[in-house]
């Protein structure tokens, strides 16, 4: 149907202003595309329980450089509902875990708390190493170089040991082809953490993964709810047009490493595992970009394609992370709907399918320096 002449005036007009803004550039471009996209009507996800998909709706509402486009999402889950989609199966250096679950949690929650940056910002070369016959990089890497401090009789395990770790030991720790990225940061987190389980857990996280709730969120009591109270680390919030957006990349992460690597034996549950989002990082983000789930704007491919660093806490940043979450949430909803009650999914499948395949590209992704993930 046609629309009236009068009509087509006043969109023409509209059209027109917002030309002139988007030459003019600047702030107020910014506060009309947010106006503009406050008044779409976004679709949610159905409430899983989470804080995290629960704190979103100001960021995903009102982006100015990331959009999800909800069509090519349902598009995806069209096909991607048909693949196996398994439960993950993280394997851990040889023999991390033989001597009881307790190790396990151990080894996996003090990787956890620096596992973050492992390509040099300026060169972009990954962190490798060498160990136990294999050739191990990125994340993979850290791992690597926690068990051969293990085979080594250095107790990087106890909580009192890191928190009197100095540069020295953390640089032979982490012997490999560059100086791991961060090393600083890195050092003064396993001090921090260090201390905290010395304190109030003889030194073992596995004492306090115990004394939590066996759920992610409790009232307070919960896996995630006391990891960012008690170890400020993990607590991966921002302030996005003076909201607080909860992110939880790290505290989420751990705990799924440990669930996906030990629920089947009974040794480690979760209650509300459902409540689990996607672990908002850099790789995710580039396979839903790449899929076409979500778009970016110019000046933000600009940057990206660019290898320029974008500062932490930024819109941009928050964008990014905010709309992997969502729309992994999304895409995660729509794939059940075609799916047999006996084979529905959960998020972090989700972000594991996609991670797996695309954590090689070569495609760019953003560049942040943030102890976050």
């Known amino acids: 149907m046609q629309q009236p002449r009068s009509e087509r005036r006043r969109f023409l007009r509209g059209l027109g202003g917002f030309m002139m803004l988007s030459a003019a550039g600047g702030e107020t471009l910014r506060h009309a595309a947010a106006s503009t996209a406050s008044r779409e009507k976004v ?12 704190s979103l709706p100001p960021v995903i509402e009102n982006s100015r450089d990331v959009h999800t486009n909800v069509d090519k999402l ?3 889950a069209s096909w991607m509902a048909y693949e196996e989609l398994p439960m993950p199966e993280y394997h851990l250096p040889l023999g991390v875990g033989e001597s009881g679950p307790d190790e396990t949690i151990d080894f996996i929650m003090i990787a956890d708390v620096i596992d973050t940056a492992f390509t040099d910002f300026t060169t972009h070369v990954k962190f490798q190493v060498d160990y136990a016959g294999q050739h191990w990089s990125d994340s993979e890497a850290e791992f690597a ?3 051969r401090a293990m085979d080594q009789g250095i107790p990087i395990l106890d909580g ?3 928190a009197q770790l100095t540069r020295a030991q953390m640089e032979k720790i982490f012997a490999g082809n560059i100086e791991i990225p961060m090393l600083e940061e890195k050092m003064e987190l396993w ?3 260090g201390a905290v389980l010395a304190a109030k857990y003889n030194g073992r996280f596995h004492n306090f993964i115990r004394s939590c709730s066996p759920r992610l969120y409790d009232h307070g009591k919960g896996l995630v709810d006391r990891l960012v109270v008690e170890f400020p680390r993990f607590n991966d919030v921002s302030v996005y047009d003076g909201h607080e957006i909860k992110l939880y990349k790290l505290p989420q992460l751990g705990l799924w490493f440990l669930y ?3 629920h089947q034996s009974g040794k480690f549950q979760i209650e509300d595992i459902h409540s689990m989002t996607a672990f908002a990082d850099y790789i995710v983000p580039v396979g839903l970009r790449l899929m076409g789930i979500t778009s970016y704007s110019a000046a933000l491919e600009k940057t990206i394609d660019s290898h320029q660093l974008i500062p932490r806490d930024s819109t941009q940043e928050i964008e990014v992370r905010a709309h992997c979450i969502y729309g992994t949430a999304l895409l995660t909803e729509e794939i059940n709907k075609l799916r047999a009650p006996d084979a529905q999914i959960i998020i972090p499948q989700i972000d594991a399918r996609i991670w797996t395949h695309y954590h090689t ?3 760019p992704h953003h560049l942040t320096r943030t102890i976050m993930y």
């Open 145 to 147: 170089c926690i068990k």
């Open 361 to 363: 590209t070569d495609w």
């Open 43 to 54: 679709r949610w996800p159905k409430p899983i329980g989470s804080p995290v998909l629960d």
């Open 74 to 76: 349902v598009e995806v």
């Open 160 to 162: 009192h040991y890191l």
């Open 260 to 262: 996906a690597g030990l």
């Open 191 to 193: 001090r921090q953490a």
